[in-house]
């Protein structure tokens, strides 16, 4: 299991990114794949996250109206939408996936290398 994420970067409050999590080394069909994040000092926390089974997504009530998770089955690849960034979203954005049915979030993951976001105020 490969995962690699793409699409941090520095950005000014407001602005928008989307990050890549191109998926290999499985069969792309049952997933829990999730975004997490972790802030220098502070504990990684769940950001976002989808379920193949029927596409039901999760998401952290401070990204909640802001950010979009979707799937591209045919490229093995999730991504996230950021909008409206705020200089609280700076932090490691890592890819998490887990094989499974009807569950959003990974519970015992495969993880990507991650990709720093920095949202300048």
């Known amino acids: 299991v490969q995962l690699v994420e793409s699409g941090g970067g520095l950005v000014q409050a407001g602005g928008s990114l989307r990050l890549s999590c191109a998926a290999s080394g499985f069969i792309f069909d049952d997933y829990a794949i999730g975004w997490f994040r972790q802030a220098p000092g502070k504990e990684r926390e769940g950001v976002s996250c989808?379920?193949?089974?029927?596409?039901?997504?999760y998401y952290a009530g401070s990204v909640k109206g802001r950010f979009t998770i979707s799937s591209d089955n045919a490229k093995n690849t999730v991504y996230l939408q950021m909008n409206s960034l705020k200089p609280e979203d700076t932090a490691v954005y890592y890819c998490a996936y887990e094989r499974a049915r009807w569950r959003r979030c990974p519970q015992n993951p495969y993880w990507g290398q991650g990709t720093q976001v920095t949202v300048s105020s």
């Open positions: 989808i379920s193949s089974s029927d596409g039901s997504t």
